[in-house]
């Protein structure tokens, strides 16, 4: 469909409009806005007074705008039903490898959990309740996800965070946590070492095609040697180009 009507190009602005407030963290100013996406500022100012009050965007004490409440719902939602399409997928790869799979996205400058799979025969299983929201730099699914990223893009994101450390194994420098993203594009896949919660280690593949989505195996210690996690790769990657394939298609 052509974007020069003015409906559609109205529509297609406003989601540019809230991918870019997604993309600064959640709050941006107006002039960073016509900045970011290129559009005059008042054609910027036109659309977020229309998506503020339909309820999508909020404006804050402080004249910047953040993300409004109504797309909690459409999150939700959003995040159930991604969870059921992926479920065989990540139940899959918990056949194959006998520890616990998670699924999780990029919602701003956080990860949450939005689908696990456990298995049945691990008396010490890990247990990472869905919906839950932690800062992307003591995870390997953030590491994941942000691997594909402009440095200067993470540093930004870190910066809003604060990398706050989660064990004594946490990254909690910009630089450190760069070089651990440029180890984890050359071996294609990411780690958390205790980075999270001591005792657990885990290995997450990002999700192709730009969803922002990655699936992670996490264990205990004991159980996620060097050697399981190399063999849980190309499984986790097998899930991770199939869950793609869901979102093509359902897309």
């Known amino acids: ?10 529509l297609d602005r406003a989601f540019a409009i809230l991918e870019t407030i997604a993309d600064a963290g959640g709050v941006i100013t107006l002039s960073q806005l016509a900045s970011d996406t290129g559009l005059p500022l008042p054609t910027i100012h036109r659309l977020v007074r229309t998506l503020v009050d339909l309820g999508y965007v909020r404006q804050e004490p402080n004249r910047q705008y953040s993300l409004g409440p109504r797309l909690i719902r459409l999150g939700e939602t959003t995040s159930r039903r991604l969870a059921t399409w992926a479920r065989p997928h990540l139940a899959e790869v918990v056949s194959t490898l006998g520890e616990s799979v998670n699924l999780a996205m990029l919602d701003g400058d956080q990860i949450v959990y939005v689908g696990q799979v456990m298995p049945s025969q691990n008396s010490m299983r890990m247990f990472t309740e869905v919906g839950r929201r932690v800062d992307p730099h003591t995870t390997a699914v953030g590491k994941a ?20 450390g989660r064990t004594t194994h946490s990254l909690v420098t910009a630089d450190d946590f760069v070089a651990e993203l440029r180890q984890t594009r050359e071996r294609g896949y990411a780690l958390d070492n205790e980075e999270q919660e001591l005792g ?13 989505l990655a699936i992670s195996m996490s264990g205990p210690l004991p159980r996620m040697g060097d050697d399981v996690v190399d063999h849980a790769v190309a499984p986790l990657r097998a899930a991770a180009d199939a869950i793609a394939d869901e979102l093509r298609t359902r897309g």
Request: charged share 30%; with cysteine.
């Open 1 to 10: 469909m052509a974007k020069a009507g003015g409906g559609v190009q109205s």
């Open 145 to 164: 996800i942000l691997a594909g990223d402009d440095e200067d893009d993470v540093r930004a994101l870190l910066r809003r965070t604060g990398m706050e």
């Open 200 to 212: 657990v280690r885990c290995v997450a593949v990002a999700v192709p095609g730009g969803s922002r």
